[in-house]
Nanobody, 124 residues
Framework: QVQLVESGGGLVQAGGSLTLSCVAS????????MGWFRQAPGKEREFVAT????????SYTDSVKGRFTISRDNAKNTVYLQMNSLKSDDTAVYYC?????????????????WGQGTQVTVSS
C-alpha cells in the first residue's frame, strides 16, 4: 500500500506560479512511475504529466508543455509539479498518483494509488 499526500495548492493570479508536492509513504518510492492529473468542475479527470521511476523520462499533456515541469526526488519520496504561466483553464483539483508500470504512464486507469488532491485556483 502506498499513501500519497499532495500539498502546495492555492489561489494565484493568472501568469503566476505554483509548485505542487506529493509525498509518498508505505513502499519503495522508486518502484513507481508517478503522475499528476487534474479535474476541473464538471469535467472528467485528465492527465497532466508523468515521470518514470528514476526520472529519466517525462511526458506532458499538450496544454501544459513549456509551462509545467514534473520532477522527483527519490531520496525524499517526493514528486513535484512546477507550474508557471498559469491560466484560468488550469483551475482544478490536482491529484498525484503512483503506478507499478515501467516508463511513463498517461492512462489514469493504470495507476494503483491516488492522493486526496489539492485545489489550484487561477484568477484572471
Amino acid at each position: 500500500q502506498v499513501q500519497l499526500v499532495e500539498s502546495g495548492g492555492g489561489l494565484v493570479q493568472a501568469g503566476g506560479s505554483l509548485t505542487l508536492s506529493c509525498v509518498a509513504s508505505g513502499r519503495t518510492f522508486s518502484n513507481y512511475a508517478m503522475g499528476w492529473f487534474r479535474q476541473a468542475p464538471g469535467k472528467e479527470r485528465e492527465f497532466v504529466a508523468t515521470i518514470s521511476r528514476i526520472g529519466w523520462t517525462k511526458s506532458y499533456t499538450d496544454s501544459v508543455k513549456g509551462r509545467f515541469t514534473i520532477s522527483r526526488d527519490n531520496a525524499k519520496n517526493t514528486v513535484y509539479l512546477q507550474m508557471n504561466s498559469l491560466k484560468s483553464d488550469d483551475t482544478a483539483v490536482y491529484y498525484c498518483a503512483a503506478s507499478t508500470l515501467p516508463g511513463t504512464v498517461a492512462n489514469s486507469g493504470q495507476y494503483d494509488y491516488w492522493g486526496q488532491g489539492t485545489q489550484v485556483t487561477v484568477s484572471s
